[in-house]
């Protein structure tokens, strides 16, 4: 007998959801999962109960296309926009901490938090060209950005697990490790 025999799905339909194509992430205290769909529209559940725990109203109707939890408990959530806005939340107050501007015409490919929770990684994406950002979360400032030119798009982010190095993948099948400086505002 298979494995897929063992997996037995469960659906888990938010009153809220509004939208297709959910993207998902799973928070850090392993109970919550976020979803974000096509309409701008957040939903949270508690997945050990299977309930949901609340709605994040759409900051942009073009939809999310990244979603990852950070801060120092998990508390903040960051939602990324098909016009390149990014939208940090915080999940103790279902409040809009502020949004962080990635340039015209670009789309949010990827985010990730490095393990502290303390730097976002933003890569987005445009026709000819695209960045990866990286944002102190505790402030709401630049720490600067990195751009392709006649490069295939940046569509994968991730920390190493002690921090200092950022991974990159794109759709040209490369992967690329970037040494992170340390910031003394960050801690990382």
Request: net charge neutral; glycine share 8%; proline share 8%.
């Given at each position: 007998?298979?494995y ?9 339909h ?9 993207v998902?992430?799973?928070g850090?205290?392993?109970r ?5 769909y ?9 997945i050990a109960e299977?309930?949901?725990?609340a ?5 942009d109707?073009?939809g999310v296309?990244a ?7 998990g508390?903040?959530?960051?939602a990324?926009s098909?016009?390149g ?5 915080n999940?103790?107050?279902?409040g ?6 990635s340039g015209?015409?670009?789309?949010v490919?990827d985010i990730?938090f ?14 000819s060209y695209s ?8 402030e709401g400032?630049s720490l600067?950005?990195?751009?392709y ?11 190493s697990?002690?921090g200092p190095?950022l ?5 040209g ?7 992170m ?8």
């Open positions: 007998m298979g897929h025999h063992r997996i037995r799905p469960r659906p888990l938010h009153p809220a959801a509004v939208g297709r194509r959910p998902l992430d799973g850090q205290d392993g919550t999962l976020a979803a974000g096509s309409s701008g529209v957040i939903c949270l559940w508690n299977d309930t949901p725990i709605k994040l109203p759409a900051q109707t073009a296309t979603l990852a939890f950070g801060g120092d408990d508390d903040i959530l960051a990324g098909n016009t806005s990014t939208y940090l939340w999940l103790t107050s279902d809009l901490i502020t949004t962080l501007p015209a015409s670009q789309q490919k990730a490095n393990p502290a929770g303390t730097v976002l990684a933003v890569a987005t994406a445009a026709t960045y990866v950002h990286l944002w102190n979360t505790a400032t600067g950005a990195r751009q030119q006649a490069e295939p798009a940046v569509f994968g982010l991730a920390f697990p002690d190095t991974a990159t993948s794109d759709y099948a490369s992967a690329y490790l970037w040494t400086p340390r910031s003394p505002s960050t801690g990382a």
